[in-house]
């Protein structure tokens, strides 16, 4: 059996009064891609911020509970040492605008003044833009700003640039919301090749999406885990009448 | 009917002639100030003018050195106090927009900001001058006091403007909260930061008020921080009450220097905000 890279027990977030995520408890396995989908306003981009402890940044947000990664609690460790083992890449394409390509996919590494070789950050820029296929695209115009480029590269900069600080796990809030269909399809098959070195959790409010890409998929309604099964079983054979529900698509 | 629409057009054409007119009429003076002060001051200004220090009445061809030096020192000294202060301030205002000190703390820069100069020069008077004597230092005190509210609102404002995501980005990677600040968001606002700092050099590179009882004025050239010293603003005001022709001229000149020297800052400001502009 796979073994569990990330797992949360009893989960709560809030805003304030306001109890968004009520005590969720999943197991994601390694290597997998896992969907999250759930209407809007169901908690699922605030349990997704709360695994690399995002969630904490908005003022008056405070949560309650155990996420594990591996064997050790992220809200036990400090934020800076779970982000850099959690990635994550946000609903709009947010390359740093004063930087060039080369500089956005080594961010992690510049800005928090680690010092590398320039060998060695040549290899990681190059390994990181293969990872996400856009290399050949941008390998003539590394010293361009990242806003240079299309909204779809500008979304797979920022993949390369989560890529980049070797994560463990990769958290997607909503990737290809702001994307055209061919951008979308291009970042969903990077999941694909992504999942072999990376555990990917993804957040979407398209269903479809979260049938072609995921292994498993965890449905979320008012705060609620409701259900949490192989994508396959999900879809076709739903336990919980409230997912039934949603993917027949009679509330959204 | 056809003729109500007629009216209705005239109508229509009247009022974007009255506000074409009311723009310009706001232009006008500051053309006006322009030519005046260039054509009095300009035919003063020459070599002696910028090389000499002030000679006693009756003697001619005195100049303004000590006053443009001191000037500048105290100018430096003021925005080596007030720049550092008013950034991190302005970061501060917009990093915690909710929080109560926040909320007193743009208070009072607001209530700074609207503080007659000379009132500023007073409280410099009594907190700086009675213990310590006139000193130039006084006034750079006074003049930072002055720069505050507007470096700190620029800041913020600029600060505001960039999107959360950006934050989000930079928090995401692991970064420190300083490190966030420091790399990310003071960089991409440094255009707004900049012609911030720019403009309140130039709001208190005229200012006269808070010097008459900090700087004092000095007719030698001094670069003593701690004694008193000659500035333009306080010799402008010096000279242009004498009823002296000569000393009435350098003052025309110095006004014209100082006009410049503003003119040039703010014509500096807006290609430095476009120049830097990190395009989101």
């Keep these: 059996m796979e073994s569990t890279i990330v797992k949360s027990v009893n989960y709560n977030a809030y805003f304030g009064d306001n109890h968004v995520v009520k005590d969720v408890n999943i197991d994601i396995p390694r290597n997998n891609v896992i969907a999250v989908m759930g209407p809007s306003g169901c908690g699922k981009t605030t349990f997704l911020r709360g695994i690399n402890r995002m969630h904490e940044l908005i003022p008056g947000a405070t949560a309650k509970g155990k996420i594990l990664l591996n064997t050790e609690d992220v809200m036990e460790m400090h934020p800076i040492f779970v982000r850099l083992k959690i990635g994550m890449v946000f609903q709009r394409p947010n390359p740093f605008p004063n930087l060039s390509i080369y500089d956005n996919v080594i961010a992690g590494y510049k800005l928090n003044g680690i010092k590398l070789p320039k060998a060695e950050k040549d290899k990681i820029v190059e390994h990181s833009l293969t990872r996400v296929a856009l290399w050949k695209e941008v390998k003539d115009s590394l010293t361009k700003k990242g806003s240079f480029l299309s909204g779809g590269q500008q979304q797979r900069l920022c993949i390369a640039r989560a890529v980049a600080m070797e994560p463990e796990v990769l958290l997607f809030d909503e990737p290809t919301s702001a994307l055209d269909p061919i951008s979308t399809s291009t970042v969903e098959e990077l999941f694909h090749e992504l999942k072999k070195n990376y555990t990917l959790i993804i957040v979407t409010h398209n269903m479809q999406q979260a049938a072609r890409v995921s292994d498993k998929t965890a449905f979320f309604y008012m705060g609620e885990l409701v259900e949490y099964d192989d994508t396959k079983q999900m879809f076709t054979n739903p336990k919980d009448t409230r997912t039934q529900n949603y993917i027949t698509g009679r509330f959204s | ?280």
């Design chain 2, 1 to 280: 009917m056809k003729g109500k629409i007629k009216y209705r057009i005239g109508k229509s054409g009247g009022f974007q002639l009255l506000t074409v007119i009311l723009a310009c009429s706001c232009v006008l003076p500051l053309i006006a100030i322009l030519v005046y002060i260039i054509r009095a001051g300009i035919t003063k200004i020459n070599w002696s003018f910028l090389t000499n220090v002030e000679k006693p009445v009756g003697e001619l061809g005195g100049g303004v050195i000590h006053a443009l030096v001191g000037s500048m020192l105290i100018i430096f000294f003021a925005s080596i106090i007030a720049i550092p202060i008013g950034i991190l301030c302005g970061i501060f205002l917009s990093e915690n927009k909710k929080s109560r000190l926040a909320y007193w703390c743009g208070l009072s820069v607001d209530i700074l900001q609207g503080v007659p100069s000379i009132v500023i020069g007073i409280v410099a008077y009594i907190w700086m001058v009675k213990p310590f004597g006139y000193s130039a230092f006084s006034g750079s005190a006074a003049l930072a006091v002055m720069m505050l509210p507007i470096i700190i609102r620029s800041t913020e404002e600029t600060l505001k403007m960039l999107p959360d995501s950006l934050r989000e980005a930079a928090f995401a990677l692991g970064m420190p909260f300083h490190r966030v600040i420091l790399k990310v968001i003071v960089p991409c606002g440094i255009s707004g930061i900049l012609s911030g700092v720019m403009l309140s050099v130039a709001r208190i590179a005229g200012e006269t008020a808070p010097l008459l009882f900090t700087a004092f004025g000095y007719q030698y050239l001094s670069t003593n921080m701690t004694k008193p010293m000659e500035t333009l603003p306080h010799l402008i005001f010096k000279y242009a009450v004498t009823p002296y022709k000569d000393w009435q001229d350098l003052a025309w000149g110095a006004s014209c220097i100082l006009l410049l020297f503003v003119l040039i800052l703010n014509i500096l400001t807006k290609l430095i905000t476009r120049k830097w502009k990190v395009q989101l």
